[in-house]
């Protein structure tokens, strides 16, 4: 699972074979979102419970996966309420051990606010946030033409994305330990990764660890978590 587009460590970049049938391509999707699922909690099963049950996707249980068809087919796992399906809406339900989610889809013509989206030079992921008016993100992945939908890319998805959420959920304990007394503006900087909101991640990570040039310097969201961790790490020998 390459991540030459990620805005954050829920968002991936996988490719996608262009399928002529729209009921072709629900059903694909349908199968790489069972597929995804079911490879994150194969590999959230390796954590102890504790861990398993901190992980987005097991914490929220119930969700909202969102298939978006722009110049990038973009799914995205959200817990934020959407309106029942209205006209040629289509919804389809699915459920895995501790998880239930129904899958919606979307393009330009059920929402012309996605056919204004420039996706040149990549997939824009805010932008189609934006369109669905979505804010709790759980994941995104950004499906680009070109590859499968098959159950091998699902896998690799599926445990890159519990790998990450596990990772990214150790970081930020090791930051509130690190510095009990700021806990409140280090959910603000963990919220801010999850939603991809770059600018504002970094403005909370240099208010958290000022004129600090590791911090600075990180070149993308796991690293700028990194050197926030060296920054607020305790010296040896200090509690």
């Known amino acids: 699972m390459s991540e030459a ?4 460590d829920s968002v991936a970049d ?13 059903a694909a999707m349908n199968d790489y979102v069972s597929a995804l699922h079911a490879a994150y909690l194969d590999q959230a099963s390796k954590l102890t419970p504790g861990e ?9 249980g119930q969700f909202t996966v969102v298939a978006v068809g722009t110049r990038h087919l973009h799914v995205v ?3 934020s309420p959407l309106p029942a399906p209205a006209g040629p809406e ?11 989610w129904t899958l919606r889809f979307f393009d330009p013509v059920l929402l012309p606010e996605l056919g204004i989206l420039d996706e040149s030079a990549g997939p824009d992921a805010l932008g189609v ?12 992945l950004s499906v680009a033409p070109g590859g499968g939908l098959s159950p091998h890319h699902a896998q690799h998805a599926g445990t890159g994305l519990a790998n990450a959420h596990s990772a990214s959920a150790r970081d930020y304990d090791a930051l509130r330990a690190y510095a009990p007394s700021r806990v409140d503006i280090i959910d603000e900087f963990a919220a801010t990764q999850r939603l991809g909101l770059t600018t504002a991640s970094r ?37």
């Not at 996988?14 to 629900?26: E, K």
């Not at 946030?129 to 995104?140: E, K, N, P, Q, S």
Request: neutral net charge; aromatic residues 2%.
């Open 203 to 239: 403005l909370l990570a240099s208010l958290l660890a000022p004129r600090d040039p590791l911090v600075e310097s990180a070149a993308d969201p796991a690293a700028l978590r990194r050197a926030l961790i060296e920054a607020l790490r305790p010296p040896a020998g200090v509690r």
């Open 129 to 140: 946030r934006r369109a669905l008016g979505i804010t709790d993100v759980v994941y995104h």
């Open 77 to 79: 796992g959200t817990t």
């Open 14 to 26: 996988v490719r996608v074979s262009p399928d002529t049938t729209p009921d072709a391509m629900r």
């Open 52 to 60: 398993r049950a901190e992980l987005p996707l097991v914490k929220a």
């Open 90 to 100: 289509v919804e389809l339900v699915g459920s895995d051990r501790d998880l239930a």
């Open 5 to 8: 587009h990620s805005h954050d």
